[in-house]
């Protein structure tokens, strides 16, 4: 069974720093590109970051390019964001999820809750 | 960047009734379609991709079609578990691969 579990969301003021992770398990993590989706309160689902199998291409929505950086390990099975110079606007439940051969996002975990706020 | 509009925004069925929502892309996507559900508190989950083709575990009585520009989902026969928000997503272009806005399905 696929399953993919964030974790390392918080509270933190504007300006500040927070790194998530994605626990991946019950499929071969390094054959998959992966991708950050994130929904703020009250909003639709928005597309963040991606990164190709191996790391060696990735991608940010304009909203986020400069300050976030998504990574993996593909030997321990995860994706990472780090996220810096936090805004009010990045406050947002953070999903991550596999990109799916030729199907778009087709695995996504629960979430973990960014709260940006002074 | 791809724009992809739902409608409606929100729409009022009672159950056992259909519920068709639509999804608009700005440009031609072909059927490089899918469409999500998500419920409170949980993961979206995949129902249909390739604009017509169930994902493993959805139940028959969801159906997409369409192509180009112009799709549909359908769930003929709405059950209590099926309130939810529903998104389209196009994965055409990439990146991104943008979402609708969403189509809340409410309890008439």
């Known amino acids: 069974e696929v399953q993919l579990v964030e974790s390392g969301g918080g509270v933190v003021r504007p300006g500040g720093s927070l790194r998530l992770s994605c626990a991946a398990s019950?499929?071969?993590?390094?054959?998959?590109?992966m991708s950050w989706v994130r929904q703020a309160p009250g909003k639709g689902l928005e597309w963040v970051s991606g990164?190709?199998?191996?790391?060696?291409?990735?991608n940010y929505a304009d909203s986020v390019k400069g300050r976030f950086t998504i990574s993996r390990d593909n030997a321990k099975n995860s994706l990472y964001l780090q996220m810096n110079s936090l805004r009010d606007e990045d406050t947002a439940l953070y999903h991550c999820?596999?990109?799916?051969?030729?199907?778009?996002?087709?695995?996504w975990g629960q979430g973990t809750l960014v709260t940006v706020s002074s | 960047e791809i724009v992809m509009t739902q409608s409606p925004a929100t729409l009022s069925v009672s159950p056992g009734e259909r519920a068709t929502l639509s999804c608009r892309a700005s440009q031609n996507i072909r059927s490089n379609l899918a469409w999500h559900q998500k419920r409170p508190g949980q993961a979206p989950r995949l129902l249909i991709y390739g604009a017509s083709t169930r994902a493993t575990g959805i139940p028959a009585r969801f159906s997409g079609s369409g192509s180009g520009t112009e799709f549909t989902l359908t769930i003929s026969s709405l059950q209590s578990e099926d309130f939810a928000v529903y998104y389209c997503?196009?994965?055409?272009?990439?990146?991104?691969?943008?979402f609708g806005q969403g189509t809340k399905v409410e309890m008439k």
């Open positions: 019950g499929f071969t993590f390094g054959d998959y590109g």
């Open positions: 997503q196009q994965y055409n272009n990439w990146p991104p691969w943008t």
């Open positions: 990164i190709n199998w191996n790391g060696g291409s990735t």
């Open positions: 999820a596999r990109d799916g051969p030729e199907r778009g996002n087709d695995y």
